[in-house]
């Protein structure tokens, strides 16, 4: 019987049997001495026959250890699983993907990591490209004259190296690349001819030690004097926080920074938890759309500082209209290398008057150096405009959340995705590993190989994983959570399930209503329902325990109570809660009435 792996951190779901072939005999086993020397702990994948090369060298050749394999089912959760692991750590993996098709199935996700900027080392795998060396029919389907064409537009880097040799420096090359602020995927296809050739003699491979990723850059001293100085003299300067560093050291510096110039923070639920959002300068909740309140600060800003906005114009927009904001706008951010023509992820131009193409991280803590010491009172802030909602009988995310603290207590947890609507009032972000953020993209479906990613990269770290999840996102996505299973990975994934591609069906609401025509049809072509899937059958299938339909409290606090024991004693778990559809309609209507959306 296997050790449980909550006891034993040797454990290895697949340890490999007989002798290691440590020689670097074959093409393939360069680039899995490449993945070792860069200190890759992972690599994502699902098989497939165009690597079959390099699959045999991380078997044989390092005996599925630095890196160790972590088998997906689906190419867009290996993906997803590497996407999950970088938010929680900071840190790229590397992923494997079949062929083209592969490719394809990933693409979502790889997407999903470019608009999130997140670093990840995908590799991908041809038939061969000489003609001659194709077996009939499949090599000739699965091979592609520029397969990095596929997904150019968005990944920051890609090669397809014609030998072991090459293939040593694009490695190394694209390693330094996806780790470069801005970061994002890189992609290297190894051809299937050198994979399975011998190794040329005498190859020696790159000292990653002699291609370290370079310090970020920071703000022109001249600039930064003038920033501070237009900081400092504005009367009600407000700081957007976008993506940074998840340190407790970073935060420190930009809570200081908002302290030093007495400045409301407003941050955003896409780039996670970037400051306190119980904090006394902290604007109402972290906000998707611009929620009233953060709406009132804006209106009385007089400077905005922008660190690292994710869209800064965007914001803008819904604070000023077509008039515009008249004070002086301050924007830290890299992005700008990544802007590309075909996404239009670089969002609408927003005015700046004094920009840094740099660090915003290093931005602030420039700034705090620039300013000097003192600090002023905490800003006067609007009351929240979160209400309790009348009772209905049914459960709601603010009956999950208590009954999710009411069993976790105090105790440290990392959300990695939290469903539409979730009450951050209850469960505010204190910690930088508090709340992961968005997927980037909005590719729906990402949530539960997120959940693993992070799942992987927070093991035995003491932090309790739970992700709050749509069920048509669980539902595209179920299958993700057999790996956290296999690996014996502790998580608590928590289905809002309204039995509804809902948020769909707000949209529908919305154009019926402009067009004079039947609310009370949005529903149609939108319910999960008649039947409604078993989410919880499906996720023990996967192996997970689970428990659902949830649909009373009592049923709601016996389910939580098997969950989070499930998940201390190191396995993972999923609860169906069904939520009351109808309320969150009307939640979300108000809430985008007041917004003006």
Same mark, same amino acid.
């Given at each position: 019987?296997?050790?449980?792996?909550? %006891?034993?951190?040797?454990?290895?779901?697949?340890? =490999?049997?007989?002798?290691?072939?440590?020689?670097?005999?074959?093409?393939?086993?360069?680039?899995?001495?490449?993945?070792?020397?860069?200190?890759?702990?992972?690599?994502?994948? %699902?098989?497939? #026959?165009?690597?079959?090369?390099?699959?045999?060298?991380?078997?044989?050749?390092?005996?599925?250890?630095?890196?160790? !394999?972590?088998?997906?089912?689906?190419e867009e959760h290996a993906v997803a699983v590497a996407h999950g692991y970088a938010k929680a750590t900071g840190r790229a993996l590397a992923v494997v993907l079949h062929s083209n098709v592969g490719l394809l199935h990933g693409s979502m996700a790889m997407f999903n990591a470019w608009a999130d900027r997140v670093p990840m080392l995908v590799l991908g795998a041809t038939g061969p490209t000489d003609a001659a060396e194709r077996r009939p029919w499949i090599d000739w389907l699965h091979t592609t004259q520029d397969q990095g064409a596929l997904v150019r537009s968005f990944t920051k880097w890609d090669d397809q190296p014609g030998s072991a040799a090459a293939a040593a420096t694009a490695l190394m090359r694209a390693w330094k690349i996806t780790n470069t602020a801005p970061r994002a995927p890189v992609y290297v296809n190894l051809d299937a001819s050198w994979q399975e050739a011998p190794a040329p003699e005498g190859l020696t491979l790159p000292d990653p030690a002699r291609h370290a990723v370079p310090a970020v850059v920071r703000p022109d001293p001249a600039r930064l004097t003038e920033a501070a100085r237009a900081l400092d003299a504005a009367r009600r300067?407000? !700081?957007?926080?976008?993506?940074?560093? @998840?340190? #407790?050291? /970073?935060?420190?510096? @930009? $809570? #200081?920074?908002?302290? @030093?110039?007495?400045?409301?923070?407003?941050?955003?639920?896409? &780039?996670?938890?970037? /400051?306190?959002?119980?904090?006394?300068?902290? $604007?109402?909740?972290? *906000?998707?759309?611009?929620?009233?309140?953060?709406? %009132? =600060?804006?209106?009385?800003?007089?400077?905005?500082?922008?660190?690292? #906005?994710?869209?800064?114009?965007? $914001?803008?927009?819904?604070? *000023?209209?077509?008039?515009? *904001?008249?004070? %002086? =706008?301050?924007? &830290?951010?890299?992005?700008?290398?990544?802007?590309?023509?075909?996404?239009?992820?670089?969002y609408d131009l927003a005015p700046i008057d004094i920009e840094f193409l740099a660090d915003p991280d290093a931005t602030a803590e420039d700034l705090v150096e620039a300013l000097g010491d003192g600090a002023r009172p905490a800003p006067a802030l609007p009351a929240s405009s979160t209400t309790e909602p009348p009772a209905s009988g049914t459960l709601t995310q603010r009956d999950i959340a208590r009954a999710l603290k009411a069993e976790i207590g105090d105790a440290p947890v990392t959300f990695p995705a939290l469903s539409r609507g979730w009450p951050t009032d209850l469960w505010p972000h204190r910690e930088p590993l508090d709340f992961l953020g968005k997927d980037g993209g909005g590719g729906i479906g990402s949530g539960p190989g997120l959940t693993v990613g992070a799942a992987l990269a927070l093991k035995g770290s003491g932090r309790l994983v739970v992700a709050t999840l749509g069920d048509g996102d669980t539902l595209m996505g179920i299958n993700a959570f057999w790996t956290a299973a296999k690996y014996r990975l502790p998580l608590l994934a928590i289905i809002a399930n309204n039995r509804s591609y809902f948020n769909d069906e707000l949209h529908q609401e919305s154009v019926a209503r402009r067009r004079g025509r039947v609310e009370a049809n949005a529903w149609v072509g939108q319910k999960l329902d008649d039947p409604a899937p078993d989410i919880a059958g499906l996720a023990r299938a996967q192996g997970l325990g689970g428990v659902g339909p949830v649909r009373t409290q009592a049923e709601l606090q016996a389910a939580m109570a098997e969950g989070v024991a499930a998940v201390r004693k190191g396995r993972p778990f999923l609860i169906d809660v069904w939520i009351d559809a109808r309320q969150g309609r009307e939640q979300a209507v108000a809430r985008n009435t007041k917004s003006g959306v």
């Open positions: 019987m296997a050790k449980d792996a909550s %006891t034993d951190d040797a454990w290895k779901a697949e340890p =490999v049997e007989g002798p290691v072939d440590g020689e670097m005999a074959w093409g393939s086993d360069m680039a899995a001495q490449m993945l070792r020397r860069l200190d890759i702990p992972y690599v994502a994948l %699902t098989p497939g #026959a165009s690597y079959r090369g390099l699959h045999d060298s991380l078997v044989n050749h390092l005996g599925n250890e630095r890196p160790e !394999i972590v088998l997906c089912l689906h300067p407000v !700081i957007l926080f976008g993506r940074g560093a @998840r340190t #407790a050291g /970073v935060m420190a510096t @930009r $809570v #200081a920074l908002a302290e @030093r110039l007495g400045a409301p923070m407003l941050s955003d639920l896409k &780039a996670g938890a970037m /400051v306190p959002s119980d904090h006394p300068n902290h $604007v109402g909740q972290p *906000f998707n759309k611009l929620s009233p309140e953060a709406r %009132t =600060v804006l209106a009385e800003a007089d400077a905005i500082l922008s660190l690292g #906005a994710v869209d800064l114009g965007g $914001v803008l927009k819904q604070g *000023f209209g077509a008039e515009g *904001f008249a004070g %002086t =706008v301050i924007h &830290a951010s890299e992005e700008a290398h990544l802007h590309r023509g075909l996404g239009q992820e670089h």
